[in-house]
């Protein structure tokens, strides 16, 4: 099957920055898309930011020119740098990856998600 592992969350505070990882593993054929998501407390998911597999970012109107997407093929990961951390980006950060399986099925995958809390 396939594995999802996200790692980088944690404490910082406001003005610092972060990296998250999120590597897959298993029976993986392809990877299309990578994205980034996080909820808040008493909020809808929403997403943050994707890279397709030709490279091509796209961010959330709140992120822009702080975040920064990349994938690393050969690793199956993905990356966020998040940089001039705000309060407001308190969340729990998911990972969802759009793989095709060596079995020939595609499907959405979820990262567990990690904290990443902003202090003022």
């Known amino acids: 099957q396939v594995q999802l592992v996200e790692s980088g969350g944690g404490l910082v505070q406001a003005g610092g920055s972060l990296r998250l990882s999120c590597a897959a593993s298993?029976?993986?054929?392809?990877?299309?898309?990578m994205n980034w998501y996080r909820q808040a407390p008493g909020k809808q998911r929403e997403l943050v930011a994707s890279?397709?597999?030709?490279?091509?970012?796209n961010y959330a109107d709140s992120v822009k020119g702080r975040f920064t997407i990349s994938r690393d093929n050969a690793k199956n990961t993905v990356y966020l740098q998040m940089s001039s951390l705000k309060p407001e980006d308190t969340a729990v950060y998911y990972c969802?990856?759009?793989?095709?399986?060596?079995?020939?099925?595609?499907?959405?995958?979820w990262g567990q998600g990690t904290q990443v809390t902003v202090s003022s």
């Open positions: 969802k990856l759009d793989l095709r399986l060596r079995n020939g099925v595609s499907a959405g995958y």
């Open positions: 298993g029976s993986i054929f392809s990877i299309n898309a």
């Open positions: 890279i397709t597999s030709g490279g091509s970012t």
